[in-house]
């Protein structure tokens, strides 16, 4: 079994930055693409930003330039980091990996996280 577990957010002003983080665990063998969607209340559930196992970013079109992804393979995590928030960033981060594990292959996501942008 793989767990993701999500930790950073909170409430932050608007302009200001908040970095969150996704740890997996269990018996992994090999982690692919990770990524982060986020889901506001009333929307469907959207990518932010995914990052294959080599490093490659890509970003929606609406963060690019303010919200950077990276992760380290050696603790199996991923990281966001947003600047530059703004209030229509506001809603609950979930964390995406694609799990190579004991039981095979599969897709997993962390329980989500809130990121209120306000002031």
């Known amino acids: 079994q793989v767990q993701l577990v999500e930790s950073g957010g909170g409430l932050v002003q608007p302009g200001g930055s908040l970095r969150l983080s996704c740890a997996a665990s269990?018996?992994?063998?090999?982690?692919?693409?990770m990524g982060w969607y986020r889901q506001a209340p009333g929307q469907q559930r959207d990518l932010v930003a995914s990052i294959t196992s080599g490093g490659s970013p890509d970003y929606a079109d609406s963060v690019k330039g303010r919200f950077t992804i990276s992760r380290d393979n050696a603790k199996n995590t991923v990281y966001l980091q947003m600047n530059s928030l703004q209030p229509e960033d506001t809603a609950v981060y979930y964390c995406?990996?694609?799990?190579?594990?004991?039981?095979?292959?599969?897709?997993?996501w962390g329980q989500g996280i809130q990121v209120t942008v306000s002031s």
């Open positions: 995406n990996a694609d799990v190579y594990e004991r039981m095979g292959r599969g897709d997993y």
């Open positions: 269990g018996s992994i063998f090999r982690i692919y693409d």
